[in-house]
């Protein structure tokens, strides 16, 4: 069974562009999480969506927003990107509901903003 | 506030001894706890839930609410057990809390 897959692995932009970062599921989840992982820092919650629905979001600025497929993948959508948001940025993926054991983790999308 | 404090960034200690990795809650409501683990190159993955109350690779955790801890615990180190351990909670809708992550290290 394919795992939570990430793409791309790395991704280099300027400040003030916009990034975009995609997200599958494993097959039957409906559930995907977003999470920010900056340098020396811990998993910061961006987003959780569930059936095509934002569910929740995290203490984030508008400026980070995405979306949810009819298959279940999801977008990251960074604009008017700024140096700090240099990070491993993390996807998730549950049944809708489950408690957090039965989250599976992608390996991440590496954003650096020169 | 919800919060995770994991206060070691780095612990060494050597092959065969004791491992205590803390993990320190705040949060008013009941808590559901995690312990993740990452190898080198590997994904984050679950090691432990408190609720489950298993040992995983030898590893064991205990809920205190008096002290509002989680700390995880293994009595021999083994040099497979180096990673990064990260202490989660779960909050409402489902939001994960994370600490900062602890980085083990297993010497020889």
């Known amino acids: 069974e394919a795992g939570v897959t990430q793409s791309p692995t790395h991704l280099i932009k300027t400040r003030g562009q916009q990034a975009t970062l995609r997200c599958s599921p494993i097959s039957g989840h409906t559930s995907v999480y977003w999470y920010q992982q900056a340098l020396g820092l811990g998993l910061q919650f961006l987003l959780w969506?569930?059936?095509?629905?934002?569910?929740n979001r995290g203490n984030f600025p508008p400026r980070f927003s995405g979306r949810q497929f009819p298959n279940y993948s999801s977008e990251l959508n960074v604009n008017a990107l700024e140096l700090e948001d240099s990070a491993l940025y993390l996807c998730?993926?549950?049944?809708?509901?489950?408690?957090?054991?039965?989250?599976?983790f992608g390996s991440g999308t590496r954003l650096t903003v020169v | 506030a919800q919060r995770v404090t994991q206060p070691e960034k780095l612990l060494s200690v050597f092959k065969g001894a004791p491992v205590e990795l803390k993990c320190n809650y705040s949060?008013?409501?009941?808590?559901?706890l995690f312990w993740y683990v990452q190898y080198s190159r590997q994904r984050l993955q679950l090691l432990l839930r408190?609720?489950?109350?298993?040992s995983i690779k030898g590893f064991t955790a205990d809920l205190n609410k008096g002290e509002t801890s989680f700390h995880l615990k293994k009595p021999f180190a083994q040099e497979e057990d180096s990673a990064m351990y990260y202490c989660a909670l779960q909050v409402i809708n489902y939001q994960l809390i994370w600490g900062a992550g602890t980085k083990l290290i297993i010497k020889p």
């Open positions: 998730a993926s549950s049944l809708m509901g489950q408690p957090a054991d039965g989250y599976t």
């Open positions: 949060y008013s409501g009941s808590p559901e």
């Open positions: 969506y569930d059936e095509g629905e934002e569910r």
């Open positions: 408190h609720i489950s109350r298993e």
